[in-house]
C-alpha cells in the first residue's frame, strides 16, 4: 500500500547538520571522509536518543533529525557541537527552526523544512543557528544568549526570516558580535576632542638587495605591511600600495614624487634575507625639504619579522610627531605583530596578496593556490584566512566564479575562522560585507559590515571603496561620493579609484559625468575594459544607440565575453535589428550554456526587442535555479529593465 505523503501535520523543531569542507575532503581523501561519516552515526545517534530526538535520515554528510521540545533540541545540537571539538575534521554547522510540517514514517515535508534546510549554511563552523521561532523560545532562559545575523534572502522562501546564532556554551561568535565587541571597546576610550588635520606620508617600495625573485615579493610585502599598518592612525593619510608602487626602480628626485602625491613625509627603505635573519634599513624624509629625519636598522630572525613592523611604525609616528589617539593604539595593538611566523607561510601569505590585488582572473587563481598553501603551513595566521574569504569574493563578483551557497560556504568559513583568530582583521569583514550584498542580498548587513572594517582601518583605500560602492548600490549617493574621494585621496595614481568614482556618477544615473570620467581614463589605459563598458551603457541610457554599439566593436574583437555580448544584443534590438538581436540570443545559447549569466542575458536582449512575455520566461528559468535573479550587480539598478518593472510579473521575482 503506497503512504500518504501528506502524512500527520506536527509542529515541531527541526534540525539540519552538515560537514563543513565535506567535499574537498572527499576528494582528498575519500576513505577517510567515509569513515568520518561512519564516526558521526556511531558517536552522535546516542546523543540524540538522549535528548528524545529523532533521527530522520541521513543525507550524505548531512544529516536531519526531529524533536518534540525546542528546548531539547537546541541541548542536543549543543552537546554535539562540544563532542565534535574533539574530532579532527567533524566540523559541523547546525539549523534549528520550529515550524508545520507533514510527517510520515521516514520524511518529512513542507515550507519550514526548507526554511530549516537555508538556515544551517548561515551557521559559523562549530556553531548553531537558529530561526526567530527558536529564539523567541529561549528569550525566557538567561542561560542562553543569541545575537540576530540578519535577514538574508533564502532560496525557494518567500517571507523574511530573521536568522540568530548562539553565542553562549562556549560555541562560537559570528562577525556581527564580533562587531559589537570591537566597538565596546572602542566606546570605552576617551573622546580626544577635534579631530587633527592629516599629516600625509607614502612609503616607497623597498629595495630588495639580494635581487632573488622570492626576496622581491617579500620587499614589495614588507611594504605593502608597512602601508597597511600605519594607516590604521587616523590623523595619518598614508598613500596606497597601489600608488606607491608606481614609484619601484624609479629615479625621480624625493621633492618631486612628494608633489605628485600631495605628501608631507616619505619613507624608503632595502631588505635583505638571509640564512633565516632579515635586515631591514628604514629611512624617514621630510619631503619637501628632501632632509632626513632619522633612518634606522633592524635585523631579526626570520620568524620574528612582524616584530619590526610594530617599530618602525612606532618610530615614523614619533619622527613625525603626530599624536596617537587611544583609538589609533588599539588598531595598533595587534596580536599579529608579536607573534612568531612560518617565513614560509608568510612568504606565501605576501605572493598571494600581491597576485589578488592585481585583479585579473589568472593572478586571482595563483593567489589563491598560495594563500592555501599559508593556511597548511601556519593555521593560526588570521590574515591568510581573510585573504582567502577576499580573493573569492571578489572573483565572483568578477564573473570569473560561480556565486552559490557552496562558495558562500567557503567565504564565511575563512573570514570567521580569521575573526576568531583575530577579531581586529578589517579584510574579513570586508569580504564579508561583500558575501552579504552578492550573495544574501542584504545590504543593510553589507553596510554595516563595510563601515565596521573602515573603522578598524580608517585609512585602508581598498575597504574604503568598497563601503562606497555598497553605499551607491544602495542609492546613498552623497556618502558614496565622499568616501570614493577619499579613496582617490589615498590612491591618487590609482585606476580602479577613478574608476569607482565613475561607477557612482552611473550609479546616479549621471551619464554624461560617467562618459567624461571614463574617457580620462581611457587616456591613461586605452584597453580598460569597463570603461569601454560603462561609456557604452551609458551611451544606451541616453539613446545613443549608434555611439553605443561602436564603443562596443573594440571589446567585441578582444575582449568578448557574456555581458558585453547580452548588451550588444540588447542594444540591435532597440534599433530595432531584431534579426541581428536573435543571432546574439543563438549565440549567447550556444557559447555560454554554462554560465550564470545565461538567463539573464536572454532575458535582457528579448526586453530591448520589447518581447515581455519572453523575456519573463527566462528570468523565471533564473530565478528556479538560483532562487534569484543571477545577475551582474556591479551596475547597481539596472535601466535596461526599467520597462519590465512595471509589469505586475516582476513582483513574483527575486531581483536584487
Not at 627603505?269 to 633565516?276: D, E, T, W
Not at 619622527?319 to 607573534?339: A, V
Not at 581611457?522 to 575594459?529: A, G, I, K, N, Q
Not at 519572453?614 to 545577475?631: A, D, H, M, T, V
Request: charged residues 25%; glycine residues 6%; negative net charge.
Amino acid at each position: 500500500m503506497k503512504e500518504n505523503i501528506r502524512g500527520d501535520r506536527k509542529l515541531i523543531a527541526i534540525v539540519f547538520t552538515d560537514i563543513a569542507g565535506f567535499t574537498e575532503l572527499t576528494s582528498k581523501d575519500e576513505d577517510g571522509a567515509l569513515e568520518l561519516v561512519e564516526y558521526q552515526r556511531d558517536t552522535l545517534k546516542p546523543i540524540v536518543d538522549k535528548y528524545s530526538g529523532t533521527w530522520l535520515k541521513e543525507m550524505g554528510d548531512g544529516l536531519l533529525l526531529t524533536f518534540d521540545a525546542v528546548i531539547n533540541a537546541v541541548n542536543c545540537c549543543i552537546e554535539i557541537q562540544r563532542m565534535s571539538k574533539e574530532v579532527e575534521g567533524l566540523n559541523l554547522r547546525i539549523s534549528v527552526h520550529v515550524g508545520e510540517v507533514f510527517q510520515t514514517k521516514n520524511d518529512i515535508y513542507g515550507d519550514d523544512v526548507n526554511i530549516a534546510s537555508r538556515i544551517e549554511t548561515y551557521s559559523p563552523v562549530g556553531g548553531i543557528a537558529i530561526s526567530e521561532s527558536v529564539e523567541l523560545s529561549l528569550q525566557r532562559k538567561a542561560e542562553y544568549q543569541t545575537v540576530c545575523i540578519g535577514s538574508p534572502m533564502l532560496k525557494g522562501v518567500s517571507r523574511e526570516i530573521k536568522i540568530f546564532t548562539i553565542i553562549s556554551h562556549d560555541l562560537p561568535k559570528p562577525a556581527l558580535q564580533h562587531i559589537e565587541d570591537n566597538l565596546v571597546q572602542f566606546e570605552a576610550l576617551p573622546e580626544t576632542g577635534a579631530k587633527e588635520i592629516q599629516t600625509s606620508i607614502a612609503v616607497l617600495p623597498f629595495i630588495n638587495i639580494s635581487g632573488k625573485q622570492d626576496d622581491e615579493f617579500f620587499a614589495d610585502g614588507m611594504t605593502d605591511a608597512i602601508i597597511t599598518n600605519l594607516s590604521k592612525v587616523d590623523s595619518l593619510r598614508v598613500i596606497s600600495r597601489t600608488s606607491a608602487m608606481h614609484y619601484k626602480n624609479t629615479d625621480k628626485r624625493v621633492p618631486e614624487i612628494a608633489d605628485e602625491l600631495k605628501v608631507d613625509y616619505l619613507v624608503e627603505g632595502s631588505i635583505i634575507a638571509y640564512l633565516g635573519q632579515v635586515q631591514i634599513n628604514v629611512n624617514l624624509l621630510d619631503a619637501k625639504m628632501d632632509q632626513q629625519i632619522w633612518s634606522n636598522v633592524y635585523e631579526r630572525d626570520l620568524q620574528k619579522v612582524l616584530s619590526i613592523l610594530r617599530e618602525v611604525s612606532e618610530e615614523i609616528m614619533d619622527g613625525i610627531k603626530s599624536k596617537l589617539t587611544p583609538q589609533d593604539k588599539l588598531r595598533l595593538q595587534q596580536p599579529e605583530l608579536s607573534r612568531s611566523i612560518n617565513p614560509e607561510a608568510y612568504r606565501l601569505y605576501l605572493k598571494g596578496r600581491q597576485a589578488r590585488q592585481r585583479k585579473d582572473q589568472e593572478s586571482m587563481n595563483q593567489a589563491q593556490g598560495y594563500l592555501q598553501k599559508s593556511i597548511e603551513l601556519d593555521p593560526t595566521h588570521a590574515p591568510s584566512y581573510a585573504e582567502i574569504a577576499l580573493n573569492q569574493i571578489l572573483m565572483g563578483a568578477f564573473g570569473y566564479i560561480t556565486i552559490n551557497s557552496r562558495l558562500r560556504e567557503t567565504i564565511f568559513g575563512h573570514a570567521e575562522q580569521a575573526l576568531n583568530l583575530n577579531s581586529s582583521t578589517s579584510e574579513a569583514y570586508t569580504a564579508l560585507a561583500l558575501a552579504a550584498e552578492f550573495i544574501d542580498h542584504d545590504q543593510e548587513q553589507a553596510e554595516k559590515l563595510a563601515q565596521h572594517a573602515v573603522v578598524l582601518n580608517p585609512g585602508n583605500s581598498e575597504s574604503i571603496q568598497e563601503h562606497a560602492f555598497i553605499l551607491g548600490r544602495m542609492g546613498k549617493f552623497e556618502s558614496s561620493i565622499q568616501k570614493m574621494e577619499m579613496t582617490i585621496s589615498l590612491d591618487p595614481l590609482s585606476i580602479p579609484a577613478q574608476n569607482g568614482l565613475a561607477y557612482i556618477f552611473f550609479y546616479q544615473e549621471e551619464y554624461h559625468s560617467t562618459i567624461e570620467k571614463m574617457r580620462g581614463l581611457l587616456e591613461l589605459d586605452p584597453s580598460h575594459y569597463l570603461a569601454k563598458l560603462m561609456i557604452s551603457l551609458s551611451l544606451t541610457a541616453l539613446d545613443n544607440y549608434e555611439h553605443a554599439l561602436m564603443e562596443l566593436d573594440s571589446l567585441s574583437q578582444t575582449q568578448a565575453n557574456i555581458n558585453t555580448i547580452s548588451h550588444q544584443g540588447y542594444i540591435l534590438a532597440k534599433m530595432e535589428q531584431n534579426d541581428s538581436a536573435n543571432q546574439i540570443i543563438s549565440r549567447i545559447q550556444q557559447d555560454y550554456q554554462n554560465d550564470p549569466l545565461l538567463e539573464f542575458s536572454v532575458a535582457l536582449v528579448y526586453a530591448g526587442m520589447g518581447e515581455k512575455d519572453l523575456s519573463f520566461n527566462w528570468l523565471n528559468k533564473s530565478q528556479e535555479k538560483y532562487g534569484f535573479i543571477y545577475r551582474d550587480k556591479t551596475i547597481g539598478e539596472d535601466f535596461r529593465m526599467k520597462e519590465l518593472k512595471k509589469d505586475l510579473r516582476f513582483k513574483n521575482l527575486i531581483y536584487t
